[in-house]
T-cell receptor, first 113, second 114 residues
Framework: GQSLEQPSEVTAVEGAIVQINCTYQTSGFYGLSWYQQHDGGAPTFLSYNALDGLEETGRFSSFLSRSDSYGYLLLQELQMKDSASYFCAVSLYSGAGSYQLTFGKGTKLSVIP | DVKVTQSSRYLVKRTGEKVFLECVQDMDHENMFWYRQDPGLGLRLIYF???????EKGDIPEGYSVSREKKERFSLILESASTNQTSMYLCASSFTSGSTDTQYFGPGTRLTVL
């Protein structure tokens, strides 16, 4: 089976930097994704890492170390609107050229003034 | 923009009723998924489909079935609803790009079973 671990809650100050870690145990790993979900909203895709290293998209960056089965999401210049839940998810091949995601339980980020 | 719609935002049913949750996507995606989301448990995959009339069990398929008669539509069926199926149900669709599928989610259906 697969398991992912991420902190349940994180609090950070507006303007600061926060890192949300994710460790995973899985077979058939293809990559690590991050999704954001605001209260009452749908999850939305943020980033994906297939290879080791850092991927940057604006204020958000995501890192993967396949050898350590570890990744993180880095949010810089935090804004109040970044308050949301963040989910890491591993990509697993499901056959017929498609992939399925197994999600972590999510990290609730609270940004305070 | 990809649009994934779900038939209801809120639904209240009684124990033992048959429940249909509908999901429609407008981007010609091959893959569609049904998840349930419960506090502290994240998103758990119920069923998915990578083609019309194809279905695969996810992590928690018990008590559910699915139907995909057309590419754009994926239905989740609760044959006999039970109170432990009270949850938020999220539908998603995806295309395959490289080694992952970017999933696009609908707004969710909050189902309460009394």
């Amino acid at each position: 089976g697969q398991s992912l671990e991420q902190p349940s809650e994180v609090t950070a100050v507006e303007g600061a930097i926060v890192q949300i870690n994710c460790t995973y145990q899985t077979s058939g790993f293809y990559g690590l994704s991050w999704y954001q979900q605001h209260d009452g909203g749908a999850p939305t895709f943020l980033s994906y890492n297939a290879l080791d290293g850092l991927e940057e998209t604006g204020r958000f960056s995501s890192f993967l170390s396949r050898s350590d089965s570890y990744g993180y999401l880095l949010l810089q210049e935090l804004q109040m609107k970044d308050s949301a839940s963040y989910f890491c998810a591993v990509s697993l091949y499901s056959g017929a050229g498609s992939y399925q995601l197994t999600f972590g339980k999510g990290t609730k980020l609270s940004v305070i003034p | 923009d990809v649009k994934v719609t779900q038939s209801s935002r809120y639904l209240v049913k009684r124990t033992g009723e048959k429940v249909f949750l509908e999901c429609v996507q407008d981007m010609d995606h091959e893959n569609m998924f049904w998840y349930r989301q419960d506090p502290g448990l994240g998103l758990r995959l119920i069923y998915f489909s990578y083609d019309v009339k194809m279905k695969e069990k996810g992590d928690i398929p018990e008590g559910y079935s699915v139907s995909r008669e057309k590419k754009e539509r994926f239905s989740l069926i609760l044959e006999s609803a039970s109170t432990n199926q009270t949850s938020m149900y999220l539908c998603a669709s995806s295309f395959t790009s490289g080694s992952t599928d970017t999933q696009y989610f609908g707004p969710g259906t909050r189902l309460t079973v009394l």
